[in-house]
């Protein structure tokens, strides 16, 4: 179970945070965001980014509550998020590959426009909040498994624990908009779906498939992690 710690709720979620930044499943999450970013000045960047994070940190941070709450059944809940972001990402990422992605970005574009800037930063930060990467199993597991035991973690731990992985799940990009040298490889970034399309879509593919086939087929059981 999470321990009341320093370690069991902030440092252990900060690093499994930190690792989850690069897998897959969160992966493009990053790309779909630093794409939003393009075009935008430094201050921008630097004020939506850390808008992002927060909100995203906020919401995992809620779902922590939640998984306290309800127990096993946030892990159905887990699976339809990891299936919808899947294919959202094969969807964009097969417009992008085809060259069909202008004429709908056109047909939305009304409503896009509105969604910009921090409320669009605030939005994303919302929907990719509901893509909790497989490397924060051990503190769902602690969550599920302590909720129905006595003296398991509480509503608040588990708040401050998925909070903390969600902030650092995304503290790598405000480092990126922070860092000169960094800001201009995520501009050169940003800019590559515009130049390789096919590439890039074909990336966006490849996300979405291993975030269906990871929903799908990935053996999640939290009866282990309460057995001793």
Known sequence: MIET????????????????????CSIGSSLVFVKYLEDKSAAAKLAETTLFAFTRAVFIG????????????????QWGAWLF???LYVALGLLLATGRARPLMVSLGPSLKRLS???GSAGLGLLFGLNIPACAAPLLFALLAGAAASGGPTAISGFVALAVFGLFLSLPLVALVLIPAA???LDRFAALSGRYPVFAGLVLVA??????????FADIDPGAAAAP
Do not use: H, N, Q, Y
């Not at 922590?64 to 892990?75: D, E, Q, R």
């Not at 996300?207 to 799908?216: D, Q, V």
């Open 183 to 185: 800001r201009g490889l």
């Open 5 to 24: 710690s320093f370690m069991g709720l902030f440092a252990l979620p900060a690093g499994l945070g930190l690792i989850g930044f690069v897998e897959p």
């Open 62 to 77: 809620l779902l922590g509550v939640l998984a306290v709450v309800i127990g096993s059944l946030f892990l159905d809940l």
């Open 207 to 216: 996300l979405g498939a291993w975030s269906i086939g990871f929903a799908l």
């Open 85 to 87: 972001l899947g294919a």
């Open 117 to 119: 800037g921090r409320s």
